[in-house]
């Protein structure tokens, strides 16, 4: 059965790091690009990452570049974001799904998991 479970989300104060975890199953890392999405309230879902299933090449969203880091560990099928530097604007519930690019889903895909909330506030 598909299944991503988010991790790792939490409140920090701005300037702080946080590292959010996507863990899969039904799906392998082999073959299927990942990215991470966020949505804050009152705002659509937006994406933020992406990591690509063979080459391992990452995209970001202009508004986390230089900040977020995203890397996948395919024995654990296990993909992650190393934010840092956060900014109040970051705060959302973030996700992670199937991905043709950043902010996009594969088409139809509607498995998604609960999220890990993320807030940044002093």
């Known amino acids: 059965q598909l299944q991503f479970v988010e991790s790792g989300g939490g409140l920090v104060q701005p300037g702080g790091s946080l590292r959010l975890s996507c863990a899969v199953s039904?799906?392998?890392?082999?073959?299927?690009?990942i990215g991470w999405f966020r949505q804050a309230p009152g705002k659509e879902r937006e994406g933020v990452s992406l990591i690509s299933s063979r080459s391992g090449s990452t995209n970001y969203a202009d508004s986390v570049r230089g900040r977020f880091t995203i890397s996948r560990d395919n024995a654990k099928n296990t993909v992650y974001l190393q934010m840092n530097s956060l900014k109040p604007e970051d705060t959302a519930v973030y996700y992670c799904?199937?991905?043709?690019?950043?902010?996009?889903?594969?088409?139809?895909?509607?498995?998604w998991g609960q999220g890990t909330q993320v807030t940044v506030s002093s």
């Open positions: 799904a199937p991905a043709v690019r950043v902010g996009v889903p594969w088409p139809g895909f509607g498995s």
């Open positions: 039904g799906y392998s890392l082999d073959y299927y690009s």
